[in-house]
């Protein structure tokens, strides 16, 4: 997801958290007359897609159409999962919000790619800096980045408050709901 895309919807995210409506309104304008692809129906990226969906910035009333393109696009790319780590922890919230939950945890679980799965299965017990299993056991001395390195953990996350459904209704969990989301194939 480009820079751009990933700053100015964080940008909205927050303006919105704090409850800035105007500032929220045209931060939305701005960003959907720059990126918007009509013709897609999609900002032809992943995580861009992925967090529109999660945020609410997408143009109004094209939620569903730029749901359905975002699953068009995850299977053309035979669910290879270009995603940073903002394109992570967006790709399943959008998931669990539009219905395409089991989709997205099989790019999570992809053994065809680099993926959690394949991190798993190279022997991984921490995150790495990046989700190419195959710097398992390089050396050090080359630059391999971080063996433990949290950015990617945001989709224990979605394990908590999606799959399992424990979400909180109070800080610090005094109030909590359990609702898990049923997963079909899992």
Not at 74 to 88: E, R, S, Y
Not at 113 to 121: E, F, G, K, L, V
């Given at each position: ?32 007359r720059r990126f918007w692809r009509d013709d897609e129906a999609s900002y032809g990226f992943w995580g861009s897609d992925a967090a ?135």
């Amino acid at each position: 997801m480009p820079v751009a895309h990933s700053s100015t919807i964080e940008y909205y995210r927050l303006a919105t958290l704090v409850g800035d409506e105007p500032l929220a309104r045209r931060i939305r304008a701005g960003f959907n007359r720059r990126f918007w692809r009509d013709d897609e129906a999609s900002y032809g990226f992943w995580g861009s897609d992925a967090a529109a969906l999660a945020t609410g910035i997408c143009p109004e009333g094209r939620d569903k159409d730029l749901a359905a393109a975002l699953v068009r696009r995850m299977k053309a790319d035979d669910l290879a999962m270009p995603l940073g780590i903002f394109g992570v922890k967006m790709l399943m919230e959008a998931a669990c919000r539009y219905g395409f939950q089991d989709l997205a945890l099989d790019a999570f679980l992809n053994s065809r790619h680099p993926s959690y799965a394949t991190m798993m299965r190279a022997g991984f017990t921490r995150l790495p800096e990046q989700l190419d299993a195959t710097l398992v056991g390089a050396d050090p001395a080359k630059g391999v980045p971080s063996f433990n390195h949290p950015m990617f953990a945001s989709f224990l996350e979605f394990l908590y408050e999606r799959a399992a459904g424990i979400r909180p209704l109070a800080d610090g969990y005094r109030r909590f709901t359990v609702d898990p989301i049923p997963f079909v194939r899992y």
